[in-house]
């Protein structure tokens, strides 16, 4: 199951940054052999992440910023050090991010030219293993030209793009977007509340942005072969389908709705933040929708994180998969104090 909804090249981003407190032990058995035994050679430099992968030749750790380093979070990938023009290491930019020794390790490693990089695998005692390139690819599984982001995955990709144009108004909505994804969501959300777009109209895109990012797992993780018709076509008949649902109950909710007795949430004592985690489980299509929100001891909003996933079995799946997905994002977010709040029971 871990591996089918988690890529293992996020898990091994995610374990090296925390200690041996990963909650997998299936996996925490495997990891330190795949970490110990292999690093990255760089190409591009696309798929690799600066503070969290094995690349520098002669050091078997990824590398920490300099201690004076300003803003070296912002910088994610290997490919940010690289002078894409003439192909050469961003020295100046490598001195300011690594301690003198990191640096001029990294300076004296040639790049290639047109090579991608690549997760190899030292020669162990044992012989050799082999990770299978699926797990390591990090490019848009439905054209495989793309490094694998939200707005190429659901907008710009040809695949995404044919989607759209089979769904009424479809072009439309691609014609409308820019920048990135949560602007996105913003203003179609602002578009229903100034009435310029009706509920249905959001719930369509919505469910076609949604469609095409199950189909991406489904198609990454299932081997499933990816297909714009279906995928539109079932988008479609779910947007209707939950249009018809969320009438009914509207008008169900709005009759039983009590007068008085609203519920507060509460923000928890400085210097707790919260994360409230929270599964929906459509028993009928067996899709599970989960949403985390993120807020600190003043009540203010922090983040959020949704995911959707095919195929679980009863609802109690669902739940673990929020409640796991909360501990998840607490240990990325590194906050020592960090309170989970389920309704669980
Ligand atoms: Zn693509």
Request: with cysteine; charged share 20%; net charge positive.
């Amino acid at each position: 199951m871990q591996a089918k909804y988690f890529p293992l090249t996020t898990i091994l981003h995610a374990n090296y940054k925390t200690d041996c407190s990963w909650a997998w032990k299936g996996l925490q058995k495997k990891l330190p052999f795949i970490k110990a035994n292999s690093r990255w050679r760089v190409g591009s430099g696309t798929k690799i992440k600066i503070w969290l992968d094995v690349w520098i030749l002669g050091m078997t750790e990824p590398p920490t910023p300099r201690q004076d380093a300003v803003h070296s979070e912002n910088y994610i990938w290997v490919l940010e050090l690289i002078i894409q023009e003439d192909n050469q290491w961003n020295s100046i930019l490598v001195q300011q991010l690594f301690d003198p020794e990191t640096a001029s390790l990294i300076l004296q490693m040639r790049l290639p030219t047109t090579t991608e990089d690549k997760l190899i695998c030292n020669p162990t005692r044992n012989g050799i293993f082999s990770l299978k390139s699926r797990y390591i690819n990090s490019s848009c599984p439905f054209c495989n030209q793309h490094m694998e982001e939200t707005m190429h995955v659901l907008f710009t990709c040809p695949f995404s793009r044919a989607v759209w144009m089979i769904i009424p108004g479809g072009s439309g909505i691609l014609a409308g977007v820019h920048s990135n994804i949560a602007t996105v969501f913003e203003s179609w959300m602002n578009a229903v509340r100034q009435k310029s777009r009706s509920e249905s109209w959001l719930k369509l895109a919505m469910t076609v942005s949604w469609s095409i990012w199950n189909e991406k797992c489904e198609v990454q993780f299932q081997k499933k072969k990816a297909n714009p018709v279906e995928v539109a076509r079932k988008a479609m008949s779910f947007a209707s389908y939950l249009d018809g649902l969320y009438k009914k109950q509207r008008d169900r909710v709005v009759a039983r709705l009590p007068k008085t007795n609203t519920l507060h949430w509460k923000p928890h004592v400085s210097p707790f933040y919260v994360i409230n985690c929270d599964a929906s489980y459509d028993k009928n299509t067996k899709l599970t929708g989960i949403a985390l929100v993120l807020r600190d001891f003043a009540g203010n909003w922090w983040g959020c994180s949704i995911k959707c996933y095919a195929g679980v079995k009863v609802s109690e799946h669902a739940e673990c998969l929020a409640f796991s997905e909360a501990v998840k994002w607490s240990k990325a977010l590194q906050h020592t104090h960090v309170v989970l709040e389920t309704d669980l029971q």
